[in-house]
């Protein structure tokens, strides 16, 4: 609904805004002024008004007259109404005095003798000056496409089972729906209206002469007009009752042929059983020769073939242990790797959704083209990266906060040479880099820097410093911080359970890779700003990190 909604905004706003722009146009006036002695004029904006009606199939077509005078029609119908309806739709603009305003009308269709329902905006051209507003000197009409309408209500509606208006938000009366006759007649009641007052958009449920509606409204920007849906509630509970019926059916058969089986099967059962609980019990105490006797041939004495098969091969299974624990530890990784919260894609799009306003703006397809960089980079299918990598990864991403920021934020990356080839996990330094400019730069008052060094330490060990001079840490924040980061996540712990979740799932990630012996670090005062040290390893070999992962 909410989408419909912004969608038909979208058609009425685009029909505002071209209309507001002849509107303000001082040419404009002057040829609305002398429509009738000015042909070039004339055929310009004739010229004009078409192109923009064959670029929009949502318009049917333009009026605009003079007062008591020459008029300019562009469109699909010459004449497009009838001259009482023009009337009436040109008193309703002179009475806004130069606002605009949307009306229902009534065309003609596609046939002289057809006449279709549709909606009109409607502005009166006023003659301004530089001190104060002129004469009214003209009228301008926009009509909307009646089969464009049509279709797009069609499309709202779907399989028919729910019903599409708009509706005036002050009386409840239809103002446009599928069914012509339907306009002007009563859709909401006095005490649906309380309800729709309440938000500018939602839901509530209404009785109607079929039983009752679930309505759901989106009210119209600038216009007393709101989507209205409205769908019986017996269609959509229907998949819900046939559900419910099927299941009790299905589980009392179940529960029906379940006790069956048990009663036939319960006396084969005991005694097998029994006997498996005491070799159980013998493996229990370290006795891996227990053999028991295989009485059948059925499930039960596949199990106790099973059984005899595990005491035999205990110790290659207790190998299996040890290469499931590594499996499982790969796992893990994998697990924490994907559990970075993308608070940069949010905050990216929220980005791209505030500059797709300003038209022709080059930053738009620049974040566009990066961010899908970063995504593709992100899924590709290996789980390591080289530090060139990754370090161009956070050289996109800074980039687009510094469009966000502005002259508020700037960034410097220097990566000793020698280093770019240097194995690192994919996404390890962005949870850290973005914590630098959410709780660091964006919450300080002065202008931002972040700064990225990579260095080499004692031949064996690379080191990543991330500092920035925003908000410090608090001491109290620090010192518990600290104590998270000294411990190592415990076998079978969720990630997700913990605060902190980017900085200590960077922590997570670089020990069971790397070891006990690397790590994050930090340190933040006013003076200095705040440091994130990331202490790596140069070489990362395989098998060496199947070990560490296990030791870990």
């Known amino acids: 609904m909410q989408q419909s909604a912004v969608a038909f905004n979208s058609y009425l706003e685009n029909v505002r805004g071209f209309a507001w722009s002849n509107f303000r146009d001082f040419e404009f006036q002057k040829f609305v002024q002398s429509m009738g002695s000015n042909p070039d004029a004339l055929s310009k904006y004739t010229g004009d008004f078409t192109i923009y009606v064959n670029d929009n199939p949502i318009v049917w077509s333009i009026t605009v007259d003079q007062l008591n005078g020459f008029s300019l029609r562009a469109g699909n119908a010459i004449p497009d109404m009838l001259p009482e309806e023009k009337a009436r739709i040109a008193r309703i603009a002179i009475e806004a005095s130069g606002k605009g305003v949307w009306v229902p009308s009534t065309i003609y269709g596609l046939n002289a003798d057809q006449m279709e329902q549709t909606l009109t905006f409607t502005q009166a051209i006023r003659s301004i000056s530089l001190t104060s507003p002129g004469p009214i000197i ?43 006759s339907e306009r002007g007649e009563s859709l909401l009641s006095p ?33 007393d007009w709101m989507l209205v849906t409205m769908m019986p509630v017996k269609l959509l509970i229907k998949p819900v009752n046939d559900f419910t019926k099927s299941t009790i059916v299905f589980g009392s058969l179940s529960l029906l042929f379940s006790m069956l089986l048990a009663g036939l099967f319960y006396s084969r059962t005991i005694t097998p059983l029994k006997e498996l609980s005491k070799g159980m019990k013998a493996i229990e105490v370290g006795n891996y020769e227990v053999s028991l006797p295989v009485r059948s041939y059925d ?41 970075i919260n993308p608070h940069f894609l949010y905050n990216t799009l929220g980005i791209i959704d505030s ?147 980017g900085l200590l799932n960077v922590q997570a990630r670089i020990r069971l890779l790397y070891g006990v012996d690397c790590g994050v670090s930090f340190e933040s005062s006013s003076a200095y700003g705040t440091t994130f040290t990331l202490t790596l390893r140069n070489k990362v070999h395989k098998e060496e990190t199947k070990d560490e992962i296990y030791r870990s």
């Open 191 to 223: 005490d649906d209206l309380k309800s729709v007052k309440k938000a500018k958009g939602g839901h509530f449920y209404s009785r109607r002469d079929f039983g009752s509606a679930l309505v759901l409204y989106e009210k119209l920007e600038r216009s």
């Open 299 to 339: 499930e039960l004495g596949y199990i106790t073939s099973s059984f005899n098969r595990m005491a035999k091969e205990i110790n290659r299974l207790i190998l299996k242990v040890y290469e499931s624990e590594i499996i499982k530890k790969n796992a893990e990784i994998k697990s924490l790797q994907s559990q």
């Open 138 to 180: 003209g009228v301008m009409m926009y009509n909307l496409s009646f089969h464009s309408l049509d279709q797009w209500f069609k499309k709202v509606e779907g399989d028919q089972s729910n019903r599409t208006y708009i509706v005036k938000a002050t009386d409840g009366t239809i103002v446009h729906s599928l069914v012509p």
């Open 355 to 501: 500059l797709s306003a300003i038209d022709g703006d080059a930053r738009i397809s620049f974040i566009s083209r990066s961010l899908a960089k970063m995504f593709r980079y992100n899924i590709s299918g290996e789980d390591m990266s080289t530090m060139e990598m990754e370090i161009q990864q956070i050289r996109l991403y800074l980039s687009i906060q510094k469009i966000r920021f502005e002259e508020k934020f700037d960034y410097l990356i220097y990566v000793e040479p020698g280093l770019g080839q240097a194995p690192i996990p994919k996404m390890l330094l962005q949870p850290i880099v973005e914590n630098s400019i959410l709780h660091g730069v964006s919450r300080s008052r002065h202008s931002g820097i972040v700064r990225i060094e990579v260095t080499i330490e004692d031949g064996d060990h690379v080191q990543v410093k991330i500092w920035n001079n925003g908000m410090p840490i608090d001491s109290e924040r620090q010192e518990w911080l600290r104590a998270r980061l000294a411990g190592t996540p415990k076998h079978g712990e969720s990630v997700e359970t913990r605060s902190s979740i």
